[in-house]
């Protein structure tokens, strides 16, 4: 059974680079026809889709966000990130990674971390 | 950019009423839009795709129609278990995703 899980720190100050990564288990990222993605949720607000990726690293941005984002994925170790520079608090938010259903919407999905940007 | 429209933000209903939730599009995503159920604290679970194509699991009771720029997410008899607030989410390209505002489901 597919499994992703969110991590990194939960507290960043403003100007700061939030750095999360996603580790997937019961599955492999490399050579799969799934797209990864990030999506992001504001504190009793609504749901914010950031970008995805492809194993092989081709990569879609949300155009609001693509001057200061960044998703990559290793093989490697079964994991994609997320980087997004010069936060403020309005990236203060519940971050989750996904998988797509192959030419289709995310149907797996991480639990959600909670990101603080504070000073 | 595509945006997507949801109407309404809240709805109130009693358990067996028929309820639906509307998504537009501001230009046509042909067929690729989904639906999504969320609950308090928990990530959304995927309901409808591809406009009207139940995810496996879901209840019958769920159901998705339209192209082009208008859709509907129909519940036909409202269960307890329906409160949650729903999404729809268009995937049109790859290169650029979008999620409605969202629709509040309460229980009278």
């Known amino acids: 059974q597919l499994q992703l899980q969110e991590s990194g720190p939960g507290l960043v100050k403003p100007s700061e680079t939030l750095s999360l990564t996603c580790t997937v288990s019961?599955?492999?990222?490399?050579?799969?026809?799934?797209?990864w993605g990030w999506i992001r949720q504001p504190p009793g607000k609504g749901l914010e889709w950031i970008g995805n990726?492809?194993?092989?690293?081709?990569?879609y941005y949300n155009p609001s966000l693509k001057s200061r984002v960044t998703i990559s994925v290793d093989t490697s170790k079964n994991q994609f990130s997320l980087k997004l520079n010069s936060v403020t608090a309005a990236d203060t938010a519940v971050y989750y990674c996904?998988?797509?259903?192959?030419?289709?919407?995310?149907?797996?999905w991480g639990q959600g971390t909670l990101v603080t940007v504070s000073s | 950019d595509i945006q997507m429209t949801q109407s309404p933000s809240t709805l109130s209903a009693s358990v067996g009423d028929r309820v639906t939730i509307t998504c537009r599009a501001s230009?046509?995503?042909?067929?690729?839009l989904a639906w999504y159920q969320q609950k308090p604290g928990i990530a959304p679970k995927l309901l409808v795709y591809?406009?009207?194509y139940l995810e496996i699991g879901v209840p019958s009771r769920f159901s998705g129609s339209g192209s082009g720029t208008e859709f509907t997410l129909t519940i036909s008899s409202l269960q307890p278990d329906d409160s949650a607030t729903y999404f729809c989410?268009?995937?049109?390209?790859?290169?650029?995703?979008?999620f409605g505002q969202g629709t509040k489901v309460e229980i009278k």
């Open positions: 996904a998988r797509d259903r192959s030419s289709g919407p995310y149907r797996d």
């Open positions: 019961g599955g492999s990222i490399n050579n799969s026809p799934y797209y």
């Open positions: 990726v492809y194993y092989s690293g081709t990569t």
């Open positions: 230009q046509s995503v042909n067929s690729w």
């Open positions: 591809k406009a009207s």
């Open positions: 989410l268009q995937y049109n390209s790859y290169s650029s995703w979008t």
